[in-house]
């Protein structure tokens, strides 16, 4: 019954190699979010997509990029990944009506050699 | 940024003692939301509670919400091993800005 389901639980990349995050929802939810938490940190929002219109945080770093091919379907692309990034990764989705909450996919975590 | 601060951002209990968080904000908020999240795991919402509530009871948790201090808790009864997580308080705000998560608070349960 996993409703947002983001893969791979784990991966490892190298220093400078480009790397894809995904993440699917059955939830059929309007906006989708992608947070990066470091170890006992809040997570920090990166950008949203309220349908298929994106919104990026001020201090996401140029680096990250995303994609929303369908209602169903977010992505995170880290172009040239630094040690920096070694993070969990969050996706999240919310059905943009007042006072619901966002239901969480179980993370990836990034770890780059 | 950063809008709400949990305190303590650590806490350690006995089973079955009652654990209280609190949750500070900054700015006017439309509701506020607690979620929990085991180790290396997503986070899980567990209650929201409007700007125009006082109080809220979900099974063992209880929420308060404080707009005049800009404050809330949220107190666990009666604790088990398995509510041993971090919690984090959210804030959402008017219009369409996202969620402001706070720093959380890491409760450790001791059976």
């Known amino acids: 019954d996993a409703m947002v389901i983001q893969n791979p639980r784990y991966q490892v990349t190298q220093f400078g190699k480009p790397v894809t995050l995904s993440c699917s929802q059955t939830?059929?939810?309007?906006?989708m979010y992608w947070y990066q938490q470091k170890s006992s940190q809040a997570p920090k929002l990166l950008f949203h997509y309220y349908d298929k219109d994106f919104n990026n945080e001020a201090d996401t770093p140029d680096n990250f990029q995303s994609r929303r091919p369908n209602t169903s379907f977010c992505f995170l692309d880290i172009r040239s990944p630094g040690l920096g990034d070694a993070a969990m990764y969050l996706c999240?989705?919310?059905?943009?009506?007042?006072?619901?909450?966002?239901?969480f996919g179980d993370g990836t975590r990034l770890s780059i050699l | 940024s950063q809008q709400g601060e949990e305190d303590p951002q650590a806490l350690s209990i006995q089973e079955g003692e009652n654990a209280t968080m609190n949750c500070s904000y900054k700015?006017?908020?439309?509701?506020l939301q607690w979620y929990r999240q085991n180790s290396g795991r997503g986070l899980v919402h567990l209650i929201l509670i409007r700007s125009n509530e006082r109080e809220k009871h979900s099974g063992r948790l209880r929420v308060t919400l404080d707009t005049s201090k800009k404050s809330s808790s949220l107190l666990i009864t009666a604790s088990r091993a398995a509510d041993t997580a971090s919690y984090f308080c959210a804030t959402d705000g008017s219009g369409n800005t996202p969620l402001v998560f706070g720093k959380g608070t890491r409760l450790s349960v001791i059976a």
């Open positions: 700015t006017s908020i439309n509701n």
């Open positions: 939830l059929n939810h309007n906006v």
């Open positions: 999240a989705t919310n059905p943009r009506v007042v006072d619901q909450p966002q239901h």
